[in-house]
């Protein structure tokens, strides 16, 4: 791996990537994949009163995909939701030094963002459920303006 984007802290973050397993009976449980290299996650969250309790991860991807998983996962884990879905890209490139990303290597930018986009669909699937199980109005714009 001698391309310049393997960095230590990378390559290190990837070999001992943290919250990597599986949840029994997740919240939210979403998976995506990158067509275009093959990388290919499943997030899982145990959710109590709109936080993060848990985390899990599992598939298989790149050093850089790994990585980033990884580090999402830190990110997220027992912060609340409106923090989650309002994690922006720059926060988990600049967590591994790879900032440089985007303009350097386009291509493996989907790698590096796939957990984030895998993230965003979960917990968006997850607070619409929610307002269609909702009973009262009052209810279903409290979860609506979590939306936003």
């Given at each position: 791996?001698s391309?310049?984007i393997?960095?230590?802290?990378?390559?290190?973050?990837?070999r001992n990537?943290q919250n990597?397993?599986i949840?029994?009976?997740?919240?939210i449980?979403?998976?995506?994949?990158?067509?275009?290299?093959?990388?290919s996650?499943?997030?899982?969250?145990?959710?109590n009163?709109?936080?993060?309790?848990d985390?899990?991860w599992h598939?298989n991807g790149?050093t850089?995909c790994?990585?980033c998983?990884?580090?999402?996962t830190?990110?997220?884990?027992?912060?609340?939701?409106?923090?989650?879905?309002?994690?922006?890209?720059?926060?988990?490139?600049?967590?591994?030094?790879?900032e440089?990303?985007?303009r350097q290597?386009?291509?493996?930018?989907?790698?590096?963002l796939?957990?984030?986009?895998?993230l965003?669909?979960?917990?968006?699937?997850?607070?619409a459920?929610?307002i269609?199980?909702?009973?009262?109005?009052?209810?279903?714009k409290?979860?609506?303006?979590?939306?936003?």
């Amino acid at each position: 791996m001698s391309d310049p984007i393997y960095t230590e802290i990378i390559i290190d973050e990837a070999r001992n990537a943290q919250n990597e397993g599986i949840l029994e009976n997740p919240d939210i449980s979403q998976h995506d994949a990158n067509p275009m290299c093959g990388d290919s996650i499943t997030l899982q969250m145990k959710v109590n009163d709109d936080t993060i309790s848990d985390i899990k991860w599992h598939g298989n991807g790149c050093t850089i995909c790994k990585a980033c998983t990884s580090v999402l996962t830190q990110l997220i884990k027992g912060k609340d939701l409106t923090y989650a879905k309002n994690l922006k890209k720059e926060e988990i490139l600049s967590e591994l030094g790879l900032e440089h990303l985007i303009r350097q290597s386009p291509v493996r930018i989907k790698c590096a963002l796939l957990s984030l986009k895998t993230l965003k669909l979960g917990l968006y699937t997850y607070l619409a459920k929610k307002i269609e199980n909702s009973t009262s109005f009052d209810n279903l714009k409290e979860e609506a303006s979590k939306l936003y």
